[in-house]
């Protein structure tokens, strides 16, 4: 019983000596993000004959 205590006790004894420590630090240089990004958008649109002749003979629809 008590070679059992004292091996429980060694080891938390151990095991709280080895905490892991941890660090935030800041960078020293500023963070720098290239964004080198061309957009490009076409958009087609695609009429029928009949909305064209429609929007002929309508002018003022829109």
Known sequence: ?????SITLLGLLV???CAPK???????DPIVINLNVKIDQEVRVRLDKDVEDLLADNPDIF
């Open 1 to 5: 019983m008590r070679q059992t205590v």
């Open 22 to 28: 941890v660090q935030i630090v800041a960078p020293k």
């Open 15 to 17: 095991l709280g000596a």
